[in-house]
């Protein structure tokens, strides 16, 4: 009833074309927005902020950063691990080497670094496809590693091998180490999580998504209608790395506020993929929807026992969590193979036509 | 020229120095190779007939071996554990086909890669309520494996062969040709080789994908647990041997998704340079380099040949 967009006529092609054509939805996004930036900052206490808020959003950078990759340009990529922690350690070298510059510029610029070891260990996929390049992005993922652990320049030669972030300020409010607040970290996440969400948005809806999407589909048949395949998959990792190694320097530098090279462990490439797929390839609605769902969901199972009053050992939870994720994994691919954004999509649908079926 | 002399001869230099150490080196390699040959075997199995890209091999190694030692210690003899083990996996690829593959059919290969995430979370949590977390120690000798080793002088020294070795490369050998004879020489196996070509061709002569599956299934499960005792015995039985999974993946590829022989030989490979590698040119890096060498060697591979050494060529058609 709500939800209908009889009566809201368009007259200009711009304005047909655009990425929320219904007022519902530009209503909606409104909404959501005004609760990220007004709402959660006003009720939110740390273990919101903390626990949740920040973690999520900084995942859900690294899922649109990977379904750049491997939702819209059909590139599976295992090195997401290992190029959120050349953004991390990037980060850490740039503002040790200039410490007065802003360290936002800093979390910014060190996707570059990121983006440019991603185009490096991006150059066999023009060779290499499908799984045999998941595997080929592994190489990238343990030399990575290995760079971490075994170059102490790297971490600054700290004696625990881990990095120490270094307290940082934006116009004398601390924003970085152990005396920032977790409400001024939050809103920074939050601002370059939505600024990043926006561009990639106009990215893929323009000609360089619509060229990915096409190498996507058939990359033979791409370079036939004159896409230049060096270009677009090289770019691909590029712009992707360069959302992993922002969310890597965010997760250290924002979030943990001090990290060894086990963050950036296969585990974390692993469950960014989850995201990617569980939301949905080739959808940046489903990154957030991804994210949401294997972030918060073990947090919430692992709330559930001490909620109810069951006595049940943590280590049994946590076990317990682990076979439920497992199941709801499969559940959810037999489900909707298409990911979250596809049930959303045919919620929205159903929503149009109610109370009618079609 | 000092650092190019200690890449380009040194290594070489002291190969022929001490030729005991190379040999020693050689066989941990061709061992190591041999172990990782058998995990790719499970995955190339469940591969060709299905199209799966199986991540959960790596925990039904553990899973299969911490069965038969958990079976164990609750008293049951060590052959029964073993055939119990066998029914169970059994019950796993059926369950597996009914609850996973078949709601799932006609998806895109990486949907599939992603179920058998989901299948790993599952084991991994379920493993663990069961059997507990803490390691456990491999029956070997209860099934009759050998300990100790075996020393050979000469070479200008000594080479020391585990007995558990020897006896992992023979019944990796054994396995290796049973499962080659089974693929080409019986009905079933033709069967799966027919699956492997075309799902619908197969399916139009009548060869049912339903049984099949589980056959693959049960078929990697059997050699999931001939490699959680061979592995088990190396070291022990906990959850820590699942990333052996990710080592089989260079080899994997290096050898061709497809292939049964790319899976030996690609095993052999990755075994033997990572071990000559870490042994010979690893202190130049500070060591630690067996974690990406693998990796870096199919990488290196797979420039040249996409589709591995074995495996078959990608024909691309618009």
């Keep these: 009833m709500l939800y209908r967009e009889v009566g809201q006529y368009k007259t200009s092609y711009a304005a047909d074309m655009a990425i929320f054509p219904i007022l519902q939805d530009r209503i909606g996004l409104a909404a959501i927005l005004l609760i990220a930036f007004v709402v959660i900052p006003l009720v939110g206490h740390d273990f919101l902020l903390n626990t949740v808020m920040i973690p999520f959003l900084i995942f859900t950078l690294a899922a649109i950063g990977l379904n750049l990759l491997t939702g819209y340009t059909g590139l599976l990529s295992l090195g997401t691990g290992g190029f959120m922690g050349v953004g991390a350690y990037a980060c850490l070298k740039l503002t040790t080497i200039f410490p007065h510059v802003n360290i936002v510029i800093w979390v910014l610029a060190s996707g570059l670094f990121s983006a440019a070891v991603g185009v490096l260990f991006g150059l066999p996929s023009l060779r290499i496809k499908g799984f045999y390049l998941a595997v080929a992005t592994l190489a990238a993922q343990f030399f990575l590693e290995w760079c971490f652990i075994r170059i102490p320049w790297l971490y600054n030669y700290s004696v625990s091998g881990a990095i120490e972030v270094p307290l940082r300020t934006l116009m004398g409010i601390p924003v970085t180490g152990p005396t920032a607040t977790s409400l001024t970290r939050y809103l920074i996440v939050l601002s370059i999580v939505v600024v990043m969400t926006w561009v990639a948005s106009n990215l893929v809806h323009g000609r360089i998504g619509r060229t990915w999407m096409a190498v996507r589909d058939m990359d033979l048949a791409a370079e036939l209608v004159g896409i230049r395949l060096l270009r677009a998959k090289l770019l691909a990792f590029a712009v992707s790395s360069f959302y992993c190694g922002v969310a890597g320097a965010m997760m250290v530098f924002l979030w943990y506020g001090g990290a060894e090279a086990e963050v950036f462990a296969i585990d974390q490439s692993f469950l960014v993929l989850f995201m990617v797929i569980i939301g949905g390839l080739g959808t940046l609605t489903g990154s957030f929807f991804g994210a949401a769902l294997i972030y918060i969901l073990p947090i919430v199972l692992r709330e559930i026992p001490a909620a109810l009053g069951l006595p049940v050992h943590p280590s049994t939870v946590e076990q317990l969590t682990f076979v439920i994720v497992g199941v709801l994994i499969i559940v959810f691919l037999a489900l909707e193979p298409n990911g979250l954004a596809r049930l959303w999509q045919i919620g929205k649908q159903k929503l149009r036509v109610w109370p009618f079926p079609y | ?318």
């Design chain 2, 1 to 318: 020229m000092d650092i190019l002399y200690k890449i380009f001869i040194d290594p070489f230099v002291q190969m022929g120095t001490a030729p005991d150490l190379l040999v020693q080196t050689l066989w941990d390699g061709l061992v190591a190779g041999v172990l990782y040959a058998l995990i790719a075997l499970g995955f190339v199995l469940i591969f060709k007939a299905s199209g799966v890209f199986n991540f959960a091999q790596g925990i039904m190694v553990v899973f299969a071996a911490l069965t038969l030692v958990g079976l164990h210690e609750h008293g049951v003899p060590a052959f029964v554990a073993l055939g119990l083990t066998v029914l169970v996996m059994l019950v796993l690829a059926v369950g597996v086909e009914r609850l996973m593959l078949r709601p799932l059919v006609n998806q895109s290969s990486i949907i599939l890669f992603m179920a058998t995430f989901g299948l790993t979370y599952f084991l991994i949590g379920a493993g663990q309520i069961v059997f507990g977390g803490s390691p456990k120690v491999m029956i070997a000798s209860d099934l009759f494996l050998p300990s100790g080793a075996i020393e050979f002088k000469g070479l200008g020294g000594f080479v020391s062969l585990q007995k558990i070795d020897i006896a992992a490369v023979i019944i990796a050998s054994v396995m290796v040709g049973v499962l080659a004879v089974f693929f080409q020489r019986t009905r079933i196996g033709r069967a799966l080789r027919a699956v492997a070509d075309s799902h619908q061709a197969a399916l139009s002569v009548g060869i049912s994908l339903e049984q099949i599956w589980v056959i693959v299934w049960f078929a990697a499960g059997v050699v999931a647990i001939a490699t959680g005792i061979l592995w088990g015995a190396r070291s022990e039985v906990s959850f820590a041997l699942q990333i052996i999974a990710l080592k089989a993946l260079p080899v994997l590829v290096l050898g061709g998704l497809t292939s049964i022989p790319g899976a030996i030989v690609g095993g052999l490979i990755i075994g033997i340079g990572e071990k000559l590698g870490e042994f010979y040119w690893g202190p130049l890096l500070g060591g630690g380099i067996e974690n990406w060498l693998a990796y870096v060697i199919a990488l290196g591979v797979l420039v040249f040949r996409p589709q591995g050494l074995f495996g078959e060529k990608i024909i691309e058609r618009i």
